[in-house]
Nanobody, 127 residues
Framework: QVQVVESGGGLVQAGGSLRLSCAAS????????MGWFRQAPGKEREFVAA????????LYADSVKGRFTISRDNAKNTVYLQMNSLKPEDTAVYYC????????????????????WGQGTQVTVSS
């Protein structure tokens, strides 16, 4: 049984910071890549960032580059998303997901390669 649990969401003023955490348990070989997605009200779910098991290879959406940092602790099967300089347009439910390895980086921008998803954590940025 695989479980993916996000935490760390909340309400923050524009320009502030939040750190999201995502803990995965179960079939660890499925966690080669861990990613973050978000979905704002009335919008489709969109890619935010992803990281390979090495912790070195990372991928970011253009909208968050330079502001968000993804990292992971393999010993804890946990991935983090440090979000700085938050904007009101970052308001969304943030989801963590896991994916197997073996694909090129661009595949991890789409959500179809991800197998296990968390329930999401709300991030609200006030102006």
């Amino acid at each position: 049984q695989v479980q993916v649990v996000e935490s760390g969401g909340g309400l923050v003023q524009a320009g502030g910071s939040l750190r999201l955490s995502c803990a995965a348990s179960g079939r660890t070989f499925s966690f080669a890549v861990m990613g973050w997605f978000r979905q704002a009200p009335g919008k489709e779910r969109e890619f935010v960032a992803a990281i390979r098991r090495s912790g070195i290879d990372t991928l970011y959406a253009d909208s968050v580059k330079g502001r968000f940092t993804i990292s992971r602790d393999n010993a804890k099967n946990t991935v983090y998303l440090q979000m700085n300089s938050l904007k009101p347009e970052d308001t969304a439910v943030y989801y963590c997901a896991t994916a197997p390895g073996g694909y090129g980086g661009s595949r991890y921008v789409g959500d179809t390669v991800y197998e296990y998803w968390g329930q999401g954590t709300q991030v609200t940025v006030s102006s």
